[in-house]
């Protein structure tokens, strides 16, 4: 079954008339066409027969795509549509690109079971793409930043009736800019837009946010080396995993798995794992990710400790982190100065959210936090009685007040800029946690 889920293969079974297909050919190499989409040009839809693999020119984020899986269909049941034979230079330039990317994969395969330095990377070419692709990446956020202005110019006012194609149209642009990080932020400003009451002030501050990005995108030279990993890395061009585990930031240690959030967006699940280093008491970051069922390569649970090196992504504060070797399933207390108001734990996470305005989340553990319920909201009291609102759902919610019985627990969490998301919490001096998150808040 080659579609990935049930959707998709729907949507392609509503794309077999070839009276939609302007174009369709094929090869013992490949099969291509156009499809005529809502827009004046069609997508370019290929694939290479031997995979099969698939390449299409719409926005979306699934491989194959609809109009991938309607191809694949409408050569087994409706061959005699399939009348050209000349292929098309579209078609013959990735079917070259793929045979080239191939080869230097075998190549640099064999390489490294030689033991041999790899030398099959060309600096000049790896730097001419590179600026090719900043380019582009500028020019998208240019059209990003006019984007912005206009819709601040007419007003906010009618922005949550825009239809989903509004908010939908203009991230494929920013992804057609090879900049898939502004993509998501139009995406996620268009879910602020509907987020019911408050959300004037909420999307405006995320508005803010994105033309800053956008901004800073078009000046990377110019700002400090730190910094342009920051924004490189926002706009959805992250440090090369290779790069990093070659060259980053390598800390060994005593790691404390603090919490772990699982997300699901299409069926590709995300793990994020939060640690602390027991000597170091540096954060850390591991990201995963995983299609359709949640499994990864190593199972890390709150509480446990685990001996790794870890190699951090550059950055102004360097969170996210990579595994250099396997972990292993380590013993130590429980150690680090406590932390008991809201004061002394949002000191740091103010100061990294300063050095970058586009982090999503900081980690942020409070040992002495009492969750209370006012009106319809949960809030977290620190041990001067102050208060923080929560990102919990209510069956979360009360799960943690009955734990605590009013008293205070050991709360670990994700700070997200204006709430707390609970991931982890413990009663009094136990190594366990009491609780962990089981349901997504909305």
Request: glycine letters at 8%; a neutral charge; charged letters at 25%.
């Amino acid at each position: 079954m080659l579609g990935t889920d049930d959707s998709s293969s729907k949507a392609a079974k509503g794309l077999l008339a070839p009276a939609k297909w302007p174009t369709l050919g094929f090869t013992d190499a490949a099969i291509w066409g156009e499809c005529q989409g809502s827009g004046s040009k069609p997508y370019q839809v290929t694939i290479e027969v031997a995979g099969p693999t698939f390449k299409c020119s719409c926005p979306s984020r699934k491989f194959p795509c609809k109009h991938g899986l309607a191809l694949f269909l409408l050569r087994v049941q409706k061959e005699g549509a399939f009348t050209g034979k000349e292929v098309p230079a579209w078609v013959n330039e990735w079917l070259t690109s793929r045979k080239e990317r191939v080869e230097k994969q075998a190549e640099k395969k064999a390489t490294e079971a030689e033991g041999k330095p790899d030398t099959s990377a060309d600096p000049a070419a790896t730097a001419k793409r590179e600026a090719k692709r900043l380019e582009r990446m500028a020019a998208g956020a240019s059209d990003l930043e006019r984007w912005l202005a206009d819709m601040v110019r007419h007003g906010m006012a009618d922005l949550p009736a825009k239809p989903a194609a509004f908010w939908r149209d203009a991230a494929a642009r920013a992804v057609d800019a090879q900049a898939p990080g502004l993509g998501h932020g139009i995406r996620q400003l268009g879910s602020l837009v509907s987020s019911g009451e408050g959300w004037q002030q909420r999307a405006l501050l995320h508005m803010g946010r994105l033309h800053l990005l956008a901004e800073a995108m078009q000046r990377l030279p110019a700002l400090p080396n730190s910094l342009q990993h920051e924004v490189r890395a926002s706009s959805g061009w992250p440090a090369d995993k290779e790069e990093v585990l070659a060259a980053g930031d390598r800390v060994e240690d005593l790691w404390l798995v603090q919490g772990v959030s699982d997300e699901e967006n299409e069926r590709l699940w995300e793990r994020r794992v939060w640690l602390r280093g027991l000597q170091s008491q540096r954060q850390a970051l591991l990201l995963d990710f995983s299609h359709g069922q949640r499994r990864y390569e190593h199972g890390l649970v709150p509480g446990t400790k685990v001996k790794a090196s870890l190699a951090f992504f550059p950055g102004s504060f360097p969170l996210r982190a990579l595994l250099v070797n396997a972990p292993q399933v380590g013993e130590a207390e429980f150690a680090g100065p406590a932390v008991t108001t809201w004061g002394e734990t949002l000191a740091p996470v103010a100061q990294a959210f300063s050095g970058n305005p586009w982090l999503q989340r900081h980690p942020v553990l409070l040992d002495e936090a009492t969750p209370h319920l006012r009106g319809q909201r949960w809030f977290a009291c620190d041990a001067e009685s102050r208060a923080a609102p929560l990102r919990v759902s209510d069956d979360d919610g009360w799960q943690l007040l009955a734990l605590s019985g009013g008293h205070p627990l050991r709360i670990f969490g994700e700070w997200l800029g204006d709430a707390w998301r609970p991931l982890s919490a413990w009663q009094a001096d136990d190594s366990n946690p009491c609780w962990t998150e089981a349901v997504v808040p909305s």
